[in-house]
């Protein structure tokens, strides 16, 4: 599988490996299959390279909102993903409990608070690896 060489491929995947490291990055590039191959093109050249690549937002507002947004929609897996890459970002715990509780009002407790129990699980394995 012929790695893409595009501009906004590359920006891309710099950004994807600067939001969520390049352990992430790269064992997600290991998995890619001839099938899914062309997925992890499409989010790398569209949402890494066009959107979390724009200027006018900082990585640590694109977190934010990616959180809330998740949450609103029940993403739990992506929910704990983009979690864990606040380390990254510059997004505080602090941050994420706002966004979480603008979920709340504008798309459900329900929402809210299940976002609330992966984030609290990711917070508690992040302490887990730094104590270790």
């Given at each position: 599988m012929?790695?893409?060489?595009?501009?906004?491929?590359?920006?891309?995947?710099?950004?994807?490996?600067?939001?969520?490291?390049?352990?992430?990055?790269?064992?997600?590039?290991?998995?890619?299959t001839?099938?899914?191959?062309p997925?992890?093109?499409l989010?790398?050249?569209?949402?890494?390279?066009?959107?979390?690549?724009?200027?006018?937002?900082?990585?640590?507002?694109?977190?934010?909102?990616?959180?809330?947004l998740?949450?609103?929609l029940?993403?739990?897996?992506?929910?704990?993903m983009?979690?864990?890459?606040?380390?990254?970002?510059?997004?505080?715990?602090?941050?994420?409990?706002?966004?979480?509780?603008?979920?709340?009002?504008?798309?459900?407790?329900?929402?809210?608070?299940?976002?609330i129990r992966?984030?609290?699980?990711?917070?508690a394995?992040?302490?887990?690896?730094?104590?270790?």
């Amino acid at each position: 599988m012929p790695e893409p060489h595009s501009e906004r491929y590359r920006q891309g995947m710099a950004t994807r490996r600067t939001v969520l490291g390049d352990v992430h990055v790269d064992r997600a590039s290991a998995a890619a299959t001839p099938f899914d191959q062309p997925f992890q093109e499409l989010i790398t050249e569209s949402a890494w390279g066009t959107v979390w690549s724009r200027p006018g937002w900082t990585k640590r507002e694109r977190s934010m909102v990616t959180i809330a947004l998740l949450a609103a929609l029940g993403h739990d897996e992506e929910v704990a993903m983009h979690v864990r890459a606040t380390a990254n970002t510059g997004a505080t715990r602090e941050d994420i409990a706002e966004a979480l509780l603008h979920v709340a009002i504008y798309a459900g407790v329900p929402a809210a608070n299940r976002a609330i129990r992966v984030a609290k699980q990711v917070f508690a394995d992040m302490d887990a690896e730094q104590a270790a």
